[in-house]
């Protein structure tokens, strides 16, 4: 039997994910969309309220849980506010290669402070010239005695201005691409690292988003994250551990335009008939449930592979470019629902709109992760029919 049901104890925290968001996200989220500024009292709280560094293990003072509770939790952040809920979450991204490839010894120093007070680490992978294409960093590393100097620059970085520290990837050889890679744990307070003004952006305005430089700076060789060459492989194991939830994001994201576009279809009336009455309007509403529920069991599916086989490349693609996708169509079919009302920023839809975007884009695109699944279906896939058998037979063999 297959059981679809949360355990009492994931009920428990979506519950209580589901109030803070509700209760200390959404009222303040026009608010911070509008300025821009950095929400550190809703980081804060989440923070105090247990909400963030939920993948840090318990011997380092996390909660130790996994994947699939991060997903829960964060399917009802992101409907209160999806851009809060990035500050949040790149809290998971920055530290996710210390988990998967630190010693002892660097998850001592750099997982354990993040649950002892509110600091924040972000995750620098892209740069100005790359974002795709992982095996095209240009940042380089170069071994110095114990030391690696570090030289480029890293853009688009998610909290690079709060952050106490960054994982790095750069290369020691551009021209050898994966091969070159290596990770690192990188202080902000290292002297030649400089953050950039944070980046105005369409939409998740209550992230930070800037560009990190490097210039002459030296990185302990006791930072390197596993061995020499091995980034790409953790940027990659990074991305299979993450991108479940962000499908879970998308799916808070959609599910919040469906409960708005629900609520004004029951009150606004056109033609003498409330708007819910139409089936043209009954047919979005409908088409939207069914994308929710596929995005929240595949991302779940995902959830579970990570949580239990490790490997959750495949499932993590199809999870994220499918949910990303259903929270754009319905971020823009609920704005179509609310008119003009939807266009005009008295009302949510128009930033859940430019919000949704994002997901298309951020921690692989939604063609990157059709890539990976093409990949997987001409080369990795076990298909069922052992081998393609002669169609257009008029000798079948007999019963
Ligand atoms: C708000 C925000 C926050 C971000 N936060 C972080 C962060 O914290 N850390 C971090 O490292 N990065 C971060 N990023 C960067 C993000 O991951 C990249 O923008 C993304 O991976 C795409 O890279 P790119 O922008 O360079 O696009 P490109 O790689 O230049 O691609 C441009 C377009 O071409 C398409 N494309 C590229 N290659 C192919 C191909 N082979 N086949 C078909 N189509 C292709 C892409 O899908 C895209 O549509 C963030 C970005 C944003 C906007």
């Not at 809703?42 to 309220?49: G, P, Y």
């Not at 011997?59 to 996994?66: A, I, M, N, R, V």
């Not at 992982?134 to 030391?147: F, S």
């Not at 479940?244 to 994201?253: H, R, V």
Request: charged share 25%.
């Amino acid at each position: 039997m297959i059981d679809f049901s949360l355990t009492e104890e994931q009920i428990e925290l979506r519950n209580k994910a589901r109030k803070f968001a509700q209760e200390k996200m959404l009222p303040y989220a026009h608010y911070y969309d509008k300025t821009g500024e950095f929400p550190w009292p809703i980081v804060k709280n989440a923070w105090s309220e247990g909400l963030m560094n939920l993948g840090i293990p318990e011997e380092y003072g996390g909660p130790g849980l996994g994947i699939t509770e991060a997903c829960i939790v964060v399917e009802e952040m992101a409907a209160g506010c999806a851009g809060m809920t990035t500050s949040i979450y790149a809290n998971s991204l920055g530290p996710e290669p210390i988990i998967i490839a630190g010693t002892d010894k660097q998850k001592e120093k750099y997982l354990k402070p993040l649950t002892e007070e509110v600091k924040l680490a972000a995750f620098a992978c892209s740069e100005p010239g790359m974002g795709s294409d992982v095996a095209g960093i240009q940042t380089r590393a170069e071994k110095k005695g114990n030391h690696y100097i570090l030289n480029g620059s890293k853009f688009w970085i998610t909290n690079a201005p709060q952050a106490d520290y960054y994982t790095v990837f750069a290369s020691l050889d551009p021209s050898k691409r994966h091969q070159a890679l290596c990770a690192f744990i990188v202080d902000a307070d290292t002297p030649g690292v400089r953050t950039g003004k944070p980046v105005q952006k369409m939409g998740h305005r209550a992230s930070a988003t800037s560009a990190i430089m490097f210039r002459d700076a030296k990185v302990p060789e006791e930072n390197l994250l596993g061995s020499e060459g091995m980034g790409f492989l953790i940027a990659m194991q990074t991305f299979a551990q993450t991108r479940p939830a962000i499908a879970a994001f998308a799916t808070g994201l959609a599910r919040a335009t469906m409960e708005y576009a629900r609520d004004y279809a029951k009150k606004r009336e056109a033609f003498t008939k409330k708007l819910r009455e139409f089936e043209g309007i009954q047919f979005k509403l409908a088409e939207m449930y069914m994308k929710i529920e596929a995005s929240r069991l595949l991302y779940l599916k995902a959830a579970w592979a990570a949580d239990t086989s490790g490997d959750s490349t495949v499932p993590a693609s199809v999870a994220k470019a499918y949910a990303t996708d259903a929270a754009m169509w319905c971020a823009s079919e609920a704005v179509q629902i609310h008119g003009g009302y939807g266009y005009i920023d008295q009302y949510p839809l128009e930033k859940l709109f430019r919000d949704a975007k994002l997901y298309q884009i951020y921690e692989g695109t939604s063609e990157i992760q059709r890539l990976i699944l093409a990949r997987h279906v001409l080369d990795g896939y076990d298909p069922a029919m052992e081998e393609i058998p002669t169609w257009a037979r008029m000798d079948p063999p007999e019963f």
